[in-house]
């Protein structure tokens, strides 16, 4: 923080917390005119709510991040040490998503298993099964 | 100030070995390194939760609606969707600006400075956590939603609901919509839920063992057009869900606002004057501080937004 003055990073903070302010309104308003809230009958496409607002919540993180805890202004090589690892959760999110959507598609599957039920087999004329009977063939 | 001298340190020998030890490398101090470290790891925990709620929720065939949800608002306004969330992330956001201002007063060893703003940033977390403890009894005691029960259902057909002579007249919905089940010994305002005495099976209702009042209706489309159904409970997931993560952040919100407070303190007493390291405590601090709000930035999209 010695690279710049006490005035101006006053400014810049008091900047930040106002473009983070404007972008969460925006959020809220665009969340609620893509479900139908604020004009009857408009919608838009959920997946481009999603990409919208994750986007904006990106930019709301980079500014927390590099503004307010000053991650802008430290060593390159100490900010490689905490953002890289995080670059692991992209690939935990998308495996998770699409382990989850997999498991909404075997839905109907699992409950028709869970309905099954075996015919019950009466037994006829002696118990004893003969050896070839026994074996079970795959 | 220490961090200067830190500072031309590390200018002068950048060439040279960084990592040769006598000083530090990453031109911060073993505690505000160790911060950012145990930050990272704390992301991950975090992280963890927010994804499993994703999952859940893409396996579901249908989710409670967040506008539907969290729509109340103190002085008993309903159908106010997000309007109570937002005001929690501004007064978050709030109590982020003053912790920037304490920092900053703290690099140019003003004590009242740094103090002051302190007990802003205090305020504005207590707030926050006024602020969820009215959304959790709204959720927990009016609405009855618990860990194990969640009320809020979306309708995944359309249909007509039955009236109490059971004819296929009432009001009709459409797929997707969001009910709240209610309990028949609660009363609700505009409700006239008073006519059901116990659980039990009725013409219009199918009223649970645990009280709720499931409407009957008959579909309208789909592959069970004219069948009649009972509304049943939404996903059982999302209440434990909402309740853990929202209480995990809440429970950092609450740590916070408690070192906060050690800290101002200290800072009173002239403790971090006599150090003259530019207040380094109140940094650290500052940025559990901003973690805090930036893993709100992720709920509120997670829970709220989406």
């Known amino acids: ?138 | 100030m220490e961090t200067d001298t830190l500072e031309k340190d590390y200018e002068t020998t950048q060439n040279s070995a960084n990592w040769d030890g006598g000083k530090p490398p990453f031109k911060v101090s073993y505690g505000k390194l160790m911060m950012w470290y145990f930050l990272l790891s704390d992301a991950f925990t975090f992280a963890g939760f927010l994804i499993a709620y994703g999952t859940l929720r893409f396996s579901m065939p249908s989710w409670p609606v967040p506008d539907f949800v969290f729509s109340s608002f103190p002085g008993g306004f309903h159908d106010l969707p997000l309007l109570f969330v937002t005001f929690m992330t501004f007064v978050l956001l709030a109590s982020s600006f003053t912790m920037v201002r304490a920092v900053q007063e703290g690099h140019r060893e003003n004590r009242n400075g740094v103090v002051v703003w302190m007990f802003f940033t205090i305020l504005g977390g207590a707030a926050f956590l006024s602020c969820q403890a009215w959304e959790w009894t709204t959720l927990l005691k009016a609405e009855n939603m618990t860990i194990t029960l969640n009320p809020f259902g979306t309708h995944t057909e359309s249909g007509v609901y039955l009236t109490s002579d059971g004819k296929a007249e009432g009001e009709t919905f459409s797929i997707g919509s969001s009910y709240l089940l209610h309990k028949y010994d609660q009363h609700h305002g505009d409700d006239d839920a008073t006519h059901y005495d116990g659980p039990g099976d009725y013409a219009d209702a199918y009223v649970d063992e645990n009280g709720f009042i499931r409407r009957k209706f008959k579909v309208t489309d789909g592959q069970d057009v004219g069948i009649i159904k009972s509304e049943s409970l939404g996903p059982k997931a999302f209440g434990a869900l909402f309740f853990f993560i929202t209480g995990f952040h809440g429970f950092h919100v609450f740590s916070g606002v408690i070192f906060l407070l050690i800290i101002m303190i200290n800072a009173y007493t002239g403790l971090y004057e006599k150090r003259r390291n530019g207040y380094e405590m109140v940094e650290k601090i500052g940025l559990y501080w901003h973690f805090v709000d930036l893993v709100w930035v992720f709920v509120f999209l997670v829970f709220y937004l989406l």
């Open chain 1, 1 to 138: 923080m010695a690279h710049i003055s006490y005035e101006e990073s006053k400014t810049i903070a008091t900047k930040t917390i106002i473009v983070l302010g404007v972008i969460t309104i925006v959020e809220v308003l665009f969340a609620l005119l893509g479900k139908g809230y604020l004009i009857d009958g408009f919608h838009i496409h959920l997946g481009i709510i999603g990409i919208v607002m994750i986007m904006l919540s990106a930019y709301k993180a980079y500014l927390i991040v590099y503004e307010f805890m000053h991650m802008k202004y430290e060593v390159p090589s100490l900010v490689k040490t905490v953002l890289l690892p995080t670059l692991l959760l992209i690939w935990a999110l998308i495996a998770f998503m699409w382990e989850g959507n997999d498991w909404y598609k075997r839905r109907a599957h699992i409950d028709g298993k869970n309905a099954e039920q075996v015919q019950p087999v009466v037994p006829q004329g002696d118990l004893m099964l003969k050896d070839e009977e026994n074996t079970i063939t795959f």
